[in-house]
Each structure stands twice: as C-alpha cells, then as structure tokens.
C-alpha cells in the first residue's frame, strides 16, 4: 500500500487545499509560505504554522480572560492582542480567522462587551477549524513523504 | 583577477592585516546584508526566510530599541565600535509598541547609518502614513503580508545595479579591473560607518527580476536623483509614492 498510495495521497492534499481555499479558510498567502520552503528548509510551512498556532493560543487565552473578567474595560489591550492575531493570521494566509478578528476589533473598539463575546465564540470556532484541517494537511504531507522514501529507497 | 584573489589568500597566512583588504575586491560576490524589524514572531521567521531565499544575510530583532542597539545607536553604549558591522537594508515593520518603525526610521535617518535604505512594512494601507515615511527618508513601503515577489522586487532594484556599493566603502579606494557586467556606471562613493563584509557563503546573485507589470522602479530608473549623495539610487520618494498611490 505505502510505495503505490503516492499519487492518491498528493491528490488528496490537492483536494483538501482546493477545498479549503473554496471555503475562504486560507488565502494565497498560504501558498506564498509553500513557495519558501525547499530542501533547504523542507518543512517551512510546518514549522512557521506551529509558531503561528503556539502564538494564537496564546492570543485566545488572553482575549478570553479579559472577557471573562466581570470587570473587564480593557478594550485597547483587547484591540493589541486582535492586532497581532490579524497579523499573523494574515502572514499565514489564515483568512477567514482573520476576518473574524477585524469584526472583533469592531466590536470592541465600540465597547460591546456582547458583540466581543460573541466575535469570540467565531473566533475560537474558526481557529479550531483551521487548526484541525492544516493538522490534516501535514499528515497527509507525512504519509506522502513516507510513501515516496519507500517508493525511492535510498541506495548505498 | 582570480589570480590576485589566490595570491592574497596565499600570503594571508604571513601578513594577516595588509591583505586583509585586498580579498574583498577581487570576491565577485557580495552578500546583502539586511536587518529585519518586527515584533510578531511569526513575521520575523516570514520575513527572514524571505531575504534568505533571495541570498541576502538576515538579522531579526523584535524592537526599534533592539536595532538600535545591534547598530550600537543606542545611548548606553557608545563606546562599542562599530567598524565590523556592515547593514546594507533595514526593514521595518511600523507598528510596534514602543518604538514604531516611523521612530525608528527617524533615529536611523538622524544617525551614521543615514545612508542605509529604510523600508517600511505595514498592514495597513495608509496614504498619510506612507507620504510620512516616504518624507522622513524611507527607500520604499510594503504592504502586508510581504510576498516574495516583493523582497525580490526590492533586492532587485536595490543592489542588483549596484552590487558594487558596499566594495567602494569605507577602507579601500582601489580602482577594480571591471568586473560588473551589471551596470556601466561606476560605483558611487557612499560614506558608511561600516567596513567590508567578508561573507563566507558567497551566494550566487540573485537572478530574479521584477515581474509585475507595475514594477515601477524601472521606470523611474532614468529620473534624476535627489539624493545627494547616491548617484545610483533609483529615484525621489515622493515619485514614488505616486507611482505607490497609482497601484493602490
């Protein structure tokens, strides 16, 4: 199975690309990282969206204990941390995660506490959803690879 | 030419510091050095595997303060000598807490290291924001997220005309047999603070070339200068910022 499952592997990370280009999910950005890496940096995208998701955590956790806070009024320091997601998420190709950022930063640069809980809830929804598909992307990336090494065995 | 590089190198082993010099001139190659500003961890490691896969040598720091201190600008210490640092590009992004890129291209533009382009990165698409650094000095504004077809851009009208600059700076005056097929026109004499790059990985040139039809820089490239001192850069900023403010 792992020599001949190649070519199906690649087109399943075609179809999973298309469709989540389809869907808004990730932009051309996302293939501008795929044009950086190369054999000399041959898991560039892997490695840049792991510091992307380590970041972004970082990010939901924050905007989530500033809601959270009965006392919250905050709104600037909510308004930093947005413009850093809507950073990163926008060097990544992250576009529909970004979208939503810039309605939450709407929200709170009016001091709706509501609409910014609400904008949270997408948020958090949106980045488990990008999270899970890209994790997807990189396995089916691992298996080609190992389909490929198996295929092509390296002669000594 | 070769055989001056290969003699030098022979002789180094006796006298170190006399030849030292000479190396430099007969290396065709000259890496560009670029300092990269930016305070989200995910667009530095962007933005440094973007320089890097268009051959330039790249240092990232998170903060106007962190480059100043890397370029031995800041007021601590002043006592650090800075002959052995050589930048030839800093590219910063504008919002930063702290010190902004628009502060940081002022301390630069006010400093030694005047003559070293500035470019501005910012997510927003600003036209006041753009006229404000394009008037304190900076090379040129890119928008993000950067793509690779504007670091090559960049690099290409930058140095690629030029890839001599950083030969005729600072020590040796000496007068190369031409070696450029690049460009027929010499080299201008730029005062910089810093001293020859001896770069291990001599990297071959990059060969990319503009390929959007909006790159502008070649158009411009035959408009007089108002850059004293350069004769070789490009053009006024504010003729850019109205090719910028076409492309928009």
């Known amino acids: 199975m792992l020599g001949l499952g190649v070519e199906r592997l690649r087109g399943d990370m075609n179809r999973l690309l298309a469709l989540l280009f389809h869907q808004g999910v990730l932009d051309e950005q996302f293939l501008q990282l795929q044009q950086l890496q190369d054999e000399s940096s041959p898991n560039f995208v892997s490695e840049v969206v792991n510091i992307y998701f380590q970041e972004s955590e970082k990010l939901l956790r924050n905007l989530r204990s500033l809601l959270m806070d009965r006392e919250f009024s905050d709104y600037k320091k909510m308004g930093v941390h947005l413009n850093q997601f809507i950073g990163s998420s926008s060097s990544i190709g992250a576009k529909r995660v970004r979208n939503v950022c810039v309605a939450f930063r709407v929200a709170s640069e009016q001091n709706n506490r509501l609409g910014c809980l609400r904008a949270l809830e997408l948020l958090e929804h949106e980045y488990c959803y990008l999270k899970n598909k890209l994790h997807e992307l990189f396995q089916i990336e691992q298996q080609r690879l190992l389909a490929a090494a198996v295929r092509y065995p390296v002669q000594h | ?248």
């Open chain 2, 1 to 248: 030419m070769a055989r001056n590089g290969m003699f030098s190198r022979r002789r180094r082993a006796e006298k170190v510091e006399e030849y030292d010099e000479l190396l430099p001139l007969t290396e065709a190659t000259h890496e560009v050095h670029v300092l990269a500003v930016d305070d989200s961890l995910v667009d530095r490691i962007v933005i440094e595997r973007l320089l890097k896969i268009t051959s330039c040598k790249v240092t990232t720091v998170d903060s106007g303060m962190r480059a100043l201190k890397y370029l031995g600008l800041d007021e601590e210490e002043s006592s650090v000598t800075i002959d052995d640092l050589k930048v030839d590009l800093i590219i910063t992004d504008y919002c930063m807490p702290g010190m902004t890129g628009y502060d940081l291209l002022k301390k630069i533009k006010g400093s030694s290291f005047r003559e070293v382009p500035v470019v501005i990165m910012s997510s927003e698409n600003v036209l006041a924001r753009i006229d404000r650094c394009l008037e304190e000095g900076a090379e040129d504004f890119l928008l993000k997220p950067v793509k690779l077809a504007d670091v090559k851009r960049l690099k290409s009208y930058m140095f690629n005309e030029d890839r001599f600059r950083g030969e005729e700076k600072g020590m040796n005056k000496r007068k190369l047999p031409e070696s450029s097929s690049d460009d027929s026109s010499t080299p201008t004499l730029s005062p910089s603070p810093s001293s020859l790059d001896l770069s291990s990985t001599p990297s071959p040139p990059s060969t990319s070339s503009p390929s959007s039809p909006k790159a502008f820089s070649s158009s411009l490239s035959t408009d007089s200068p108002t850059h004293s001192t350069d004769s070789s850069m490009p053009s006024s900023p504010t003729r850019r910022l109205k090719m910028i403010s076409q492309d928009l």
